[in-house]
Structures are given as structure tokens and as C-alpha cells.
């Protein structure tokens, strides 16, 4: 196993135990209420954030953009390299995603 694997495994464990996360994982990566929020990809963490979270971390050179087969760069879902920031912005990704859209609580 790649060390990226390993620390990727590892944020899985971390959020999996969390029992206030409800984190489901699976081949594709990681759910919260049946959507995805992080994945691995080529040694990088992939995450959804806010789009104005994603653009300050490509900004500031901390995540590239993430290329997506639906039509190009993505402007929420970002490539992180960094290992070390991976366990933070897994869990943004899981509380962004996991949030009920705004109006739509009734």
C-alpha cells in the first residue's frame, strides 16, 4: 500500500469512528447522505467544498482543480497533494456536502 492509500485510510478511520459523522465508505470514496464528498485520485485527496473555499485553496496554491469527465475543471472540487491537510478538508468536504441545502428544511 502507497503512502497516499495509507493516509487516505486512515481520515476514512478517523470520520468513520466520529459518531457524529454519518460517513459511509465505499469504493468510490466517501459518502454522507448518499453523496460524495472526498475521494482518492492519483495520490491527491479530491474534495467538494464551498466555491469560494476551493478558489482560496487554488489561490494560495494549496489544491488544483479537479478536472471532471462531466465537462472540465470543477469549481467546488479541488486536488489536494498535502497529506497533512487532508483530514481538515475531508471533514469541510463532509459538513459542506452533508448540510441540507438553505429553504429546503420544511
Known sequence: MDEAQATFDAVTDELLQDTDYDVDATPDGLLVKGHLFA???GGDLVVE??????AD???RGVASPFHSTRGG???TWV???DRELWSELAREAHEYVGEPPVGRQS
Open 57 to 59: 485553496l487554488r489561490e
Open 73 to 75: 475543471d470543477s469549481r
Open 39 to 41: 475521494f482518492l485520485e
Open 49 to 54: 467544498l464551498p466555491e469560494a473555499r476551493s
Open 79 to 81: 486536488r489536494v497533494g
